[in-house]
């Protein structure tokens, strides 16, 4: 009767394990599908997080743009036409006075006032350059160019053969930015005789930019500076990223996308 009894109870067992297992199975499966839904939600929340962020930072880029662009309007229609007339009051009044004194008088504040207007001139254009706007990045590159270049400092070369044509403004603005922070780096800390820049986009997908000089390149135990955290703060606002290379000096590549979001 044993023999009957054990099998009975294996009968029994049996199925009751086989019940189990099947349970036991529906649970890990079930939970190694809750831990991939919650991954996924992670990775879905993060990106949405850095979107967020990617749109805040460009919005407050596109409002620092805008107030600049005001005040260079202000100082250029403003100040530049007040000062332009005290000028040319003041070169009648010089013309007019026979007093070499009085009219020496006059010619000082005569030349402070166009030292002036020199200066609000100047800060307009930093502000908001009209050749960029007018001629495109390009053209205004070449100028940058010719005007570092007749300085000892520095000579700058330029290789913008492969920008096909005009980028959405808004990507031509953070690119000539950009271009001012990587040329201001080299002449404030690199000890460069040379720079080089070239420009190229791709069947209106990404704008490359590369930047290089012959200086002392960056200690990579230093933390970046603000100028470098600038430039990648601007690449990723237009949705791009920043990238320093092993060199012998500075070497730097930036890379934009050019889609419906940037245009």
Do not use: C
């Amino acid at each position: 009767m044993e023999p009957s009894a054990d099998i009975d109870f294996l009968r029994v067992l049996l199925p009751l394990v086989v019940v189990v297992f099947i349970i036991a199975i529906g649970v890990f499966l079930l939970n190694q599908q809750f831990q991939k839904n919650l991954f996924r939600q992670k990775l879905t929340q993060e990106e949405l997080k850095r979107s967020h962020q990617r749109d805040l930072l460009k919005s407050s880029i596109e409002v620092q743009e805008k107030e600049r662009k005001r005040i260079a309007r202000d100082l250029h229609d403003e100040m530049g036409a007040s000062l332009s007339m005290a000028r040319m009051q003041l070169v009648r009044l010089e013309e007019a006075l026979s007093k070499d004194q009085l009219a020496g008088s006059i010619k000082n504040v005569r030349n402070i006032v166009e030292s002036t207007l020199n200066s609000v001139r100047e800060i307009s254009h930093q502000l908001m350059p009209p050749q960029l706007e007018a001629l495109g990045l390009s053209k205004t590159l070449g100028s940058l160019a010719d005007q570092i270049n007749e300085g000892d400092d520095l000579q700058l070369q330029l290789n913008l053969t492969e920008l096909t044509g005009r980028l959405p403004w808004f990507i031509e603005l953070g690119l000539y930015r950009m271009t001012l922070e990587l040329i201001q780096n080299t002449l404030k800390h690199a000890d460069a005789s040379e720079a080089h820049l070239s420009l190229s986009d791709s069947m209106n997908e990404h704008v490359l930019l590369t930047y290089s000089d012959n200086g002392k390149g960056i200690n990579s135990l230093n933390a970046p500076g603000m100028g470098l955290k600038n430039l990648e703060a601007r690449a990723n606002a237009l949705g791009g990223n920043f990238e320093l290379k092993e060199s012998e000096g500075f070497l730097a590549r930036i890379t934009i996308p050019v889609n419906e979001k940037t245009k």
